[in-house]
């Protein structure tokens, strides 16, 4: 086993809010860590922490065995820390490659034959090869996160985070971003926020439940979701509801 991540005793407050509450969990190479709670429990705010775009009051982060709680966040990146966003924002005039390519490049730090390699590698693997000439600003939202996605890979990372990706897919589109997510995972760490239950379960090892930033629960995805607190307090649907 790798460890990839290691986050002790992370706290944060803004004013009197606290939106990290001595958190602490670890992520392994190979592993998929859901989070979930509901909405301004906290969840943003932790991938922010990780990134660097915000500081701790108190606790440490540690990548790869080193300490990053005092780096910058092009620092962290630069460390291997991809993320993609909910809204993705491509270069809209730049075709699906060259937008690859510039993550290979630009965060990646890849030079010419080698970020063009990357850039290869990754369309095949989210499944946008046979797009890579299309311009990113006319595709289809689907493709938009599966870009998203393959920005965040080509730019070389150990620890990927996934904010809300799979928000505003149809269910047959979650189905297809989560088969292109599950098949890559097991060559990095990764931390994925989603509302979507069913996409989580598909994917996650376990499932961290947070709440006004405290982790209420952590463990398999099964017996998180299965939990009547989960699902009553922090997801707000019925034990029913989940599939
Ligand atoms: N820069 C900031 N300054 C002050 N308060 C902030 C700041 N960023 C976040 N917050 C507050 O911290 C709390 C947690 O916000 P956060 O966005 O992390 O929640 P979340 O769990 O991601 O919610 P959602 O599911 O709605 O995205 C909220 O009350 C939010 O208003």
Same mark, same amino acid.
């Given at each position: ?96 490659? !060259?937008?690859?390519? *510039?993550?290979? /490049?630009?965060?990646? =730090? ?5 970020? %063009?390699?990357?850039? #290869? $590698? ?48 149809? !269910?047959?589109?979650? *189905?297809?971003? /989560?088969?292109?997510? =599950? ?5 990095? %760490?990764?931390?994925? #926020? $989603? ?49």
């Amino acid at each position: 086993m790798v460890e990839v991540l290691n986050v002790s005793s992370l706290s944060k407050s803004f004013g009197a809010i606290k939106v990290a509450d001595d958190l602490s969990f670890q992520l392994e190479l190979g592993e998929c860590l859901g989070v979930i709670g509901p909405n301004g429990a906290g969840k943003s705010t932790l991938l922010n922490l990780i990134v660097g775009l915000i500081r701790p009051d108190s606790g440490r982060i540690i990548l790869d065995g080193s300490d990053i709680t005092g780096l910058r966040p092009h620092l962290r990146a630069r460390r291997g820390i991809g993320r993609a966003f909910q809204i993705p924002q491509p270069f809209p005039h730049l075709t699906v490659y !060259e937008n690859v390519l *510039a993550a290979a /490049t630009f965060a990646g =730090g890849m030079h010419e034959d080698a970020a %063009a390699e990357a850039a #290869i $590698e990754v369309l095949q693997l989210t499944a946008l090869f046979a797009k890579a000439e299309l311009l990113a600003g006319g595709l289809p939202l689907i493709d938009r996160k599966r870009l998203e996605f393959a920005k965040a890979l080509a730019s070389q990372p150990r620890l990927i985070l996934l904010d809300e990706i799979a928000a505003g897919l149809t !269910e047959p589109e979650v *189905a297809r971003l /989560t088969e292109v997510i =599950g098949g890559v995972k097991a060559g990095y %760490a990764m931390i994925w #926020i $989603e509302h979507i239950p069913h996409a989580l379960r598909a994917v996650a090892d376990r499932i961290l439940v947070l709440d006004f930033g405290r982790k209420v629960l952590e463990g398999a995805p099964g017996e998180v979701m299965d939990s009547p607190a989960v699902r009553r307090i922090y997801m707000g649907f019925a034990a029913d509801d989940v599939a």
